[in-house]
């Protein structure tokens, strides 16, 4: 079955980086296209980007300029590099993939921004 497992999350200074990782199975990963979202306590859980699989990316306007998506097609794996985070970058960040209308998710990686 399709698995996605999110990493990476932390906590760190406003202004300061952190790099996401989320690791595919359980389909073709090569042919889809993957997106990041993110969901803070009181929120809706909200896109943050995508990247096809031709590597064409989309960024919600607030992270635009501060987080690139990337992957590799070889190792299965997904991306979220996030510079000059904010504390309102805070949030539980999730993996997704959408397969035939359904959406599968991650466990989620908690990204704390502290002031």
């Known amino acids: 079955q399709v698995q996605l497992v999110e990493s990476g999350g932390g906590l760190v200074q406003a202004g300061g980086s952190l790099r996401l990782s989320c690791a595919a199975s359980?389909?073709?990963?090569?042919?889809?296209?993957m997106a990041w979202y993110r969901q803070a306590p009181g929120n809706q859980r909200e896109l943050v980007g995508r990247?096809?699989?031709?590597?064409?990316?989309n960024y919600a306007d607030s992270v635009k300029g501060r987080f690139t998506i990337s992957r590799d097609n070889a190792l299965s794996m997904l991306y979220l590099n996030m510079n000059s985070l904010k504390p309102e970058d805070t949030a539980v960040y999730y993996c997704?993939?959408?397969?035939?209308?359904?959406?599968?998710w991650g466990q989620g990686t908690q990204v704390t921004v502290s002031s």
């Open positions: 997704n993939v959408r397969i035939f209308g359904d959406n599968s």
């Open positions: 359980g389909f073709t990963f090569s042919t889809r296209t």
């Open positions: 990247i096809t699989s031709g590597g064409i990316t």
